[in-house]
């Protein structure tokens, strides 16, 4: 199986950026599309980014366009979503997870997830 473990999130004010990461184990992640996902208090876990398994195709959810950049590493197996321009609204648990399917907005999907990292933009 696969295993992500996302890291980075922290407390940060509006207007500043904040790098995460997802670390995955196994040796088959560079056949996989990887996404981020984020879930505020009382919503649905919602779709921010994805990337196929080259890294040559990327989506982004209308929201954070202009303003995040999701990457790989396939050599380090890494996942990486650069947040620029924060507002309060990208205030979430973030979580990366992993498709055999091809870079896709749908959660379902996703058959592995991190345990995601908190970010917290405040006013």
């Known amino acids: ?53 080259t890294g040559h195709y990327t989506d982004y959810v209308d929201s954070v366009k202009g303003r995040f950049t999701i990457s790989r590493d396939n050599a380090k197996n890494t996942l990486h979503l650069q947040m620029s321009s924060l507002k309060p609204e990208d205030t979430a648990v973030y979580f990366c997870a992993s498709t055999p399917a091809g870079a896709t907005r749908e959660k379902r999907a996703y058959r592995y997830w991190g345990q995601g990292t908190q970010v917290t933009v405040s006013s």
Do not use: D, H, N
């Open 1 to 53: 199986q696969v295993q992500l473990v996302e890291s980075g999130g922290g407390l940060v004010q509006a207007g500043a950026s904040l790098g995460l990461s997802c670390a995955a184990s196994g040796r088959t992640f560079s056949l996989y599309a990887m996404g981020w996902f984020r879930q505020a208090p009382g919503k649905e876990r919602e779709f921010v980014a994805t990337i196929s398994a």
